[in-house]
Nanobody, 114 residues
Framework: VQLQASGGGLVQAGGSLRLSCAAS????????MGWYRQAPGKQRELVAV???????NYADSVKGRFTISRDNAKNTVYLQMNSLKPEDTGVYYC?????????WGQGTLVTVSS
């Protein structure tokens, strides 16, 4: 399984970005897919996850600003990020889980300038 993350970049505070995570093959096999991020000098943290039936969960810090979604036909999970803040800066990683295995993408860098 390969997860290809894209969509990161440099944006000013208040701006928006949309991250994409394209899987090599059907995403129906994954119980949960999600996004994590790691800021410089900090541990990786959960940002948002979505289950196979569309149930979502978000970190408190992004609730109301970020939206996770999935397109099963395109085998892709998205993270729409609005009202970005400098503290959203970090490398964003795509994750996919089955009951037995855990997969990670290569990460995409998001930099929010103040």
């Amino acid at each position: 399984v390969q997860l290809q993350a894209s969509g990161g970049g440099l944006v000013q505070a208040g701006g928006s970005l949309r991250l994409s995570c394209a899987a090599s093959g059907s995403i129906f096999r994954f119980n949960i897919m999600g996004w994590y991020r790691q800021a410089p000098g900090k541990q990786r943290e959960l940002v948002a996850v979505i289950t196979g039936i569309g149930i979502t969960n978000y970190a408190d810090s992004v609730k109301g600003r970020f939206t996770i979604s999935r397109d099963n036909a395109k085998n892709t999970v998205y993270l729409q990020m609005n009202s970005l803040k400098p503290e959203d800066t970090g490398v964003y990683y795509c994750n996919a889980e089955t009951l037995a295995l855990d997969y990670w993408g290569q990460g995409t860098l998001v930099t929010v300038s103040s």
